[in-house]
């Protein structure tokens, strides 16, 4: 799937946007990115992608394999990215978490439903058998797009997460099972 980039796509509404993979090369572009972002699109990101040594990191994930990133720029820059990441955790080898943030002159555009779409299609080719998503309860847009793709909820949180002004928010979990629920369905729960 990744060989199917770099690749140029078309918004609905006639702008022309590059999408490719992230490299370390990327790095000062995804920090002037991350940068431009209103404090509002930051509040609920898992990582605070406006530190270096956080990217840093993302790029070294990348670089050992535990993370898949799209970024699709535009002649200024970055304008957005949708990521796969996977954790070392052996029992959780084999789920992935999708990430995906749009600037804002690019929201309501089809760019994340694009890069979504995208980064979903990479995820199922990584072999994972169950790929997550999370978000708040407002994130309205982002739950339509997940489902669209089939993704369900799986749980709601309440009060599980925090905004960086320390207001605790409800957390949506998403899920898409790649080769269906396989769970011993039927059999009680046992705990040890």
């Excluded at 605070?48 to 200024?76: F, K, M, Q, Y």
């Excluded at 690019?106 to 994972?128: E, H, K, N, S, W």
Aim: charged share 25%.
């Amino acid at each position: 799937m990744t060989a199917d980039y770099p690749r140029t796509i078309t918004l609905p509404d006639g702008q022309a946007v590059e999408v490719r993979l992230m490299t370390a090369d990327d790095r000062d572009a995804m920090l002037e990115f991350a940068r431009s972002l209103a404090h509002e699109d930051l509040l609920f990101l898992r990582i605070d992608i406006t530190d270096p040594a956080v990217i840093d990191e993302w790029i070294h994930n990348i670089a050992t394999g535990l993370s898949t990133t799209l970024i699709a720029c535009d002649a200024r820059g970055i304008v957005g990215y949708a990521t796969v990441h996977r954790t070392r955790a052996p029992w959780t080898r084999g789920v992935g978490e999708l990430r995906v943030n749009v600037g804002a002159a690019y929201r309501a555009r089809g760019l994340g439903r694009v890069l979504t779409a995208q980064i979903f299609d990479i995820a199922r080719g990584l072999g994972l058998r169950k790929i997550m998503a999370n978000m708040t309860t407002d994130q309205h847009g982002a739950q339509a797009a997940f489902r669209r793709l089939g993704f369900v909820p799986e749980a709601l949180l309440a009060d599980y997460v925090e905004d960086r002004n320390g207001t605790p928010r409800d957390l949506v979990m998403m899920s898409y099972d790649i080769g269906g629920h396989s769970d011993h369905a039927g059999e009680p729960l046992r705990m040890s």
